[in-house]
């Protein structure tokens, strides 16, 4: 769904290995390089490392010499840009568009249609049909992107959505009814679908619209993959040779959508059997876990995906009886508690009932399960079940009781119960409140919603499955995804995520380059990044040290420069900087890290000032990142951030020993503006939720000191520097339910 490019020109002539003659030209006019290039606006395509890693892929892939495309969505206002406010953090809609994006290339002659709602009618040829509901029109921009020193340049294709023009009501137009005429074009359910990315989804509007997004990211691409796939294959197209030729890798479960849609277009539109179209798709298709958050693991509203999308639900269900199929041939009915668990945990489909064509299957096993051997049956009931004689006889002197009971004078019965007894009015006031009570607590019981787990349907649907680093490879083959796993072990697999070198240092920090390449003898560091261990030998070398120091210190006061422009405020390039930037989000714990330095700050408060100066070395703490705009906690974080900078910033008993910076719109400019100056940097999450993390590696490759959990790429980083240049911190992963545990026990 998203791709956070950064900006394209530097990055650009880079790879193209323009950089000296653009810088030259540009002087020969009186301009610098480097304030062109700041013109740029960022792509308002991502929002933190999924994006990142995206955009990376494409960088390497290109760098590497394949012949891959990158789909996406062209949100014409991104995420939000960020402003920061006394009241904390301020949502405003993007302007990278506002003056056109001289890097895209608008592709009217490559459009497809895009369909929602509707209902789905058996065609005279046995085909399903889907008519009517809401169509629109995706179109193509396409985005070049070069590889590093090779004539390579690949592509990302973004889709704009609009409406078709035959909706245009030109009766009513020329009738003079302007307003209806125009109302299909400005169609509040169709304009908005490449608009804003990740928009909220509280209402169900708001998940309308997500839902939307992710089918024409998915339906646009396939059309067109599949389409170039025909033209190149000529008359005689062989559907077999598809997975042979395109491979679709679904970054996370927002494109899951593809599963469905490829099925239908190689069954209704290309006239393939279900079998055909089923293992065609299963060998095209891969997929990529990167967290194991709720949010990340989507579910959808059975109901409302049935009404927006209906052919896919039908196909849906169809995969979902051939996994059902696959559990039952596998593990037999011998153990059904056990089967019905697995079931509960694979199955596509959560609270909906078992297919029709195992709809008795449970009620069959169970029945088959309670047969009574012979020798007992003359110990049982009528009905089967064991006789209890002592219940037997008090029932029969019941019966006796009943027999010998005192009849009851007409003139009294009116103060009686049914049974005869004397009414206790109080009792019977309170029995009806109860009655009541279970009544409405009955009316309070729902049933649990239906829903569809695109997470299952990836894992199902896919050939291959990986986590990206490898505690969290970990966590998604024993946890996760523990019984797909016992089901197919051969599926998963570990792929650690990395970042491009060329970006992240090559460009972003030519001093720290130009001193590897010169003491490598060599620039093969920037497509081969084991030759950086070469540097080992030189560790303790007072002259690469020096010049490491140089660099660091020239990339510091730039963002001495930076700061003071964005926040006002005036930092020392002398002090630490100790930095936190990524999103905004309780276990990414910016909250922990805040906390810390209210502390410090404290401490610092009760301290003399020759005790501050001997005890505390001068510090920047430096935080940037979005929080969702309706992530209320993550906002309150933010603002506490704010504040307490606020505070210790305006403290002149505390100066430049302590200062509080959080650096608003963060995004990958600013990026490669902060880390190459960072000294410390922050990587706390709560061990096991960070599947990888990026940032953690272009930190350290840009010579910064990590503090962080052994969590996601953080343990590979750690062996490969070493564990004394590492400072590890909090619990190890298989601690974190214990503690949990102690936690809400009040211990």
Known sequence: MEFLQGRALLNAIGNLGLTGAYAEALSKLGQSLENVVSQEPDAAL?????????????????????????????????????????????EVAEDWLELGNPWEIERNDVSYPVKFYGKIVPGSDGKSHWIGGEDIKAVAYDIPIPGYKTKTTINLRLWSTMVPSEDFDLSAFNAGDHTKAAEALTNAEKVPICYILYPGDESVEGKVLRLKQQYTLCSASLQDIIARFEKRSGANVNWEEFPEKVAVQMNDTHPTLCIPELIRILIDLKGLSWKEAWNITQRTVAYTNHTVLPEALEKWSFELMQKLLPRHMEIIEMIDEELVHTIVSEYGTADPDLLEKRLKETRILENVDLPATFADLFVKTKESTDVVPDDELENCDEEGGPVDEELESAQEDGVLEEESTDVVPDDELENCDEEGGPVDEELESEQEDDVLEEEKEAEAVQEPPQLVRMANLCVVGSHAVNGVAEIHSEIVTNEVFNEFYKLWPEKFQNKTNGVTPRRWIRFCNPDLSSILTSWLGTEDWVTNTGKLAELRKFADNEDLQSQFRAAKRNNKMKVVSFIKEKTGYSVSPDAMFDIQVKRIHEYKRQLMNILGIVYRYKKMKEMSAVERKAKFVPRVCIFGGKAFATYVQAKRIVKFITDVGATVNHDPEIGDLLKVIFVPDYNVSVAELLIPASELSQHISTAGMEASGTSNMKFAMNGCILIGTLDGANVEIRQEVGEENFFLFGARAHEIAGLRKERSEGK
């Open 46 to 90: 991502g929002n933190g490392g999924l994006g990142r890693l995206a955009s990376c892929f494409l960088d390497s892939m290109a760098t590497l010499n394949y012949p891959a495309w990158g789909y996406g969505l062209r949100y014409k206002y991104g995420l939000f840009k960020q402003r920061i406010t006394k009241d904390g953090q301020e």
